[in-house]
T-cell receptor, first 114, second 115 residues
């Protein structure tokens, strides 16, 4: 069975600094997708970034980038130039291709200090 | 209204009550999902509907009964719940489902408290 593990329940970062959130996963599939979702206090889950497993290039979306290490089954999220609005719970998620089923990690609460 | 909406946003019910959660998507999607988010646990997929047909039931107890009358609406009927069912229930939708990756858009959730 596939699993997703986020080992950091809480993280904090100073405004304008960079922070990295960790995620590892376990799967025997070769074709899958990985995601980072953000859930701010308003509770609306928002997709931050996604990575296709077959792509070697790490995905980037403005200040958000990932470090995808397929062999190590690691998928970390780097937030650069952190802003107060980045404060939220961040979830790493996995989806095997052709399933539509998202499997989430436990989440990491990110605090941004002014 | 745009995106995915859920009503009510908050619900308190007794264990003998019957209530329903409603989800509506305005994105023209064909797949809809129910997730349960409990404190200190990862989000758990409950049900998946593709083109109004249930394609996934993740071993959910029968006291939770989903209904998908059309591709835009999804309900979760609740009866004889237990206090441990208290959680945030999230609805999501995507363009088609199961055949390839399609981004899931989430609603704001219903905070359910079972007394």
């Amino acid at each position: 069975a596939q699993t997703v593990t986020q080992s950091q329940p809480e993280m904090s970062v100073q405004e304008a600094e960079t922070v990295t959130l960790s995620c590892t996963y376990d799967t025997s599939e070769s074709d899958y997708y990985l995601f980072w979702y953000k859930q701010p206090p308003s509770r609306q889950m928002i997709l931050v970034i996604r990575q296709e497993a077959y792509k070697q290039q790490n995905a980037t979306e403005n200040r958000f980038s990932v470090n995808f290490q397929k062999a190590a089954k690691s998928f970390s999220l780097k937030i650069s130039d952190s802003q107060l609005g980045d404060a939220a719970m961040y979830f790493c998620a996995y989806m095997a291709s052709n399933t539509g089923k998202l499997i989430f990690g436990q989440g990491t609460t990110l605090q941004v200090k002014p | 209204e745009t995106g995915v909406t859920q009503t009510p946003r908050h619900l308190v019910m007794g264990m003998t009550n019957k209530k329903s959660l409603k989800c509506e998507q305005h994105l023209g999607h064909n797949a809809m999902y129910w997730y349960k988010q409990s404190a200190k646990k990862p989000l758990e997929l409950m049900f998946v509907y593709n083109f109004k047909e249930q394609t996934e039931n993740n071993s959910v107890p029968s006291r939770f009964s989903p209904e998908c009358p059309n591709s835009s609406h999804l309900f979760l009927h609740l009866h004889t719940l237990q206090p441990e069912d208290s959680a945030l229930y999230l609805c999501a939708s995507s363009q088609g489902g199961g055949s390839s990756y399609n981004e899931q858009f989430f609603g704001p959730g219903t905070r359910l408290t079972v007394l």
